[in-house]
């Protein structure tokens, strides 16, 4: 379970980093379309729902009683439907300013840096009681470390699409 879990989360950060480097600093700053994010802002949505999560793994825990990997068929089928336009919570909106690159970059490298620390670090299997996604009852370490590696695919997509979108313009 660790190593796929390990392998998900470098694989997941690769895909991601390719992408995103692909952007020049300019380009990370221009909206492609009306009502769309700048990658920066992308970027920037992606380090909040991914950061914090070392606090959350070391708080409150509980013996899990039911699979431990039952949520993320779930997760997947939510956040891996880009046919559903969804709207970020107030907490995790990105600010609308000038991001810079490097920054970004650096923190993405922290939130991937503390994810495989976390997954060698933690029992995998516990429920996390501090924090809960709404509409989800109580994630797993397993599962949270998979909510924040589908979350980060389903924006690697969209970063995609804002590349195409502005290498036309």
């Given at each position: 379970?660790?190593?796929?879990?390990?392998?998900?989360?470098?694989?997941?950060?690769?895909?991601?980093?390719?992408?995103?480097?692909?952007?020049?600093?300019?380009?990370?700053?221009?909206?492609?379309?009306?009502?769309?994010?700048?990658?920066?802002?992308?970027?920037?949505?992606i380090?909040?729902?991914g950061?914090?999560?070392?606090?959350?793994?070391?708080?409150?825990?509980?013996?899990?009683?039911?699979?431990?990997?039952?949520?993320?068929?779930?997760?997947?089928?939510?956040?891996?439907?880009?046919d559903?336009?969804?709207?970020?919570?107030?907490?995790?909106?990105?600010?609308?300013?000038?991001?810079?690159?490097?920054?970004?970059?650096?923190?993405?490298?922290?939130?991937?840096?503390?994810?495989?620390?976390?997954?060698?670090?933690?029992?995998?299997?516990?429920?996390?009681?501090?924090f809960?996604?709404?509409g989800?009852?109580k994630?797993?370490?397993?599962?949270?470390?998979?909510?924040?590696?589908?979350?980060?695919?389903?924006?690697?997509?969209?970063?995609?699409?804002?590349?195409?979108?502005?290498?036309?313009?």
């Amino acid at each position: 379970m660790k190593a796929a879990v390990k392998q998900n989360i470098v694989q997941t950060f690769h895909d991601l980093n390719e992408v995103f480097s692909s952007f020049s600093e300019n380009e990370i700053n221009k909206t492609p379309y009306e009502g769309s994010w700048t990658a920066g802002q992308t970027v920037q949505h992606i380090i909040l729902a991914g950061s914090g999560y070392p606090e959350l793994f070391a708080g409150k825990t509980e013996k899990t009683t039911r699979n431990p990997e039952e949520k993320v068929k779930d997760i997947e089928a939510l956040f891996l439907n880009f046919d559903i336009k969804m709207d970020a919570p107030i907490f995790l909106q990105p600010e609308k300013k000038e991001y810079h690159k490097k920054v970004l970059t650096e923190k993405l490298h922290k939130i991937e840096f503390d994810l495989l620390d976390s997954a060698e670090k933690y029992d995998l299997t516990l429920t996390c009681l501090d924090f809960q996604v709404p509409g989800f009852d109580k994630f797993t370490i397993y599962e949270w470390i998979n909510f924040v590696l589908i979350h980060t695919k389903r924006h690697t997509n969209q970063l995609n699409k804002i590349l195409k979108s502005i290498k036309k313009l």
